[in-house]
């Protein structure tokens, strides 16, 4: 391979990540993953997306704020994630 190609890259990115507060409790988590997302971008100019590795918990908690603050945000489900769970040792 000849190296990153001149005309893609990526500008502005944020990532806002809170694992603890998913364990202690993901509606508190949700909520300051919004706030922090407001924050940085107060008018909504770019799309929000939630990146979630498949906990219910965590995809009923992003729905039900994002349905409070009347917006909506793409939830991806990390497959990849899921899939080791699923295959896993621990596999049920």
């Not at 990526?10 to 508190?28: K, N, V």
């Not at 988590?29 to 100019?45: L, S, V, Y």
């Not at 770019?46 to 906990?55: E, I, K, Q, Y």
Request: proline content about 5%; hydrophobic content about 45%; cysteine-free.
């Amino acid at each position: 391979m000849s190296g990153p190609s001149a005309g893609l890259f990526a500008a502005s990115r944020e990532l806002f990540g809170e694992i603890t507060g998913w364990l202690d409790g993901a509606e508190a988590a949700g909520t300051a993953g919004f706030d922090e997302a407001g924050r940085r971008d107060p008018h909504r100019k770019r799309t929000w997306v939630a990146l979630v590795d498949g906990n219910n918990a965590q995809i009923d908690a992003i729905a039900a704020e994002a349905a409070r603050r009347g917006i909506t945000v793409p939830i991806l489900i990390d497959f990849v994630h899921v899939l080791e769970l699923s295959t896993g040792p621990d596999a049920p």
